[in-house]
């Protein structure tokens, strides 16, 4: 597993010592502080166990809350303050990168690991860019996990090695414009360049000149092919 880019050190939150008849419950709170806490964010039930399980037989962790979506997420962030949180990003009500967006604007030193099942390089930035110190792809979950949260709990960023491999192959090269983007997202949808030049209230000779711009910078061979490498990459969705 790279690891890459120093971020920090490690950050466990304190946890107030309590007295009493709370003793118990002190206890058992300051064995926690001592952990990696971490929240789990998933809509998928049996993928959110097969993580509890991983973390339940280690030593130095503990699962503190899980989240099936991203307003759950942000509201278990709050609740339990975790000191790492793993984020899926195709999620329903709230997607992965709203709301890891809204808790690192909550707490900007949050450290986030983004688990997906797609390894695009265009993803892959936005991810980076928005806040996340890490990106594991699902498929190296049994293999990647419990390094990765080590990792990034420890103040480093890590990456799949096939997600670097991803990212490097395209470094250099020219990014599509948003309205590119936008054009690109449309043909992916199935529309024609007469519908995607009413739609956007521009010429169909316009429309042509933007295709002809995508598929010189993802060096596709027709429009069909530009959408696919898109949608591939995670340029669209």
Do not use: W
């Amino acid at each position: 597993m790279p690891v890459i880019e120093p971020y920090g050190a490690a950050h466990a939150p304190g946890r107030p010592d309590l007295d009493g008849d709370q003793g118990f419950q002190s206890g058992h709170m300051n064995r926690d502080s001592n952990r990696i806490r971490i929240l789990s964010v998933d809509d998928h039930p049996l993928l959110r166990a097969g993580i509890a399980g991983l973390i339940a037989d280690e030593p130095d962790m503990v699962l503190v809350a899980e989240a099936e979506n991203g307003r759950d997420a942000i509201e278990q962030f709050r609740r339990h303050h975790p000191d790492v949180t793993l984020m899926d990003l195709q999620m329903p009500e709230m997607d992965g990168f709203g709301a890891l967006e809204a808790i690192r604007a909550q707490e900007p030193e949050a450290r986030i690991i983004v688990l997906t099942t797609y390894p695009g390089d265009a993803q892959v930035v936005r991810a980076l860019k928005a806040g996340a110190c890490g990106y594991l792809l699902k498929s190296a979950l049994r293999k990647e996990l419990l390094s990765t949260i080590r990792a990034v709990h420890a103040g480093r960023k890590a990456l799949s090695p096939e997600v670097t491999y991803e990212v490097a192959e395209h470094v250099g090269e020219e990014s599509l414009s948003p309205m590119e983007v936008r054009v690109l997202q449309m043909i992916a949808d199935g529309n024609s360049n007469k519908e995607i030049a009413a739609k956007l209230a521009v010429s169909e000779e316009a429309v042509k000149g933007q295709v002809r711009n995508i598929l010189s910078k993802l060096s596709a061979n027709d429009r069909t092919h530009a959408a696919v490498l898109a949608l591939k990459r995670g340029i669209i969705t």
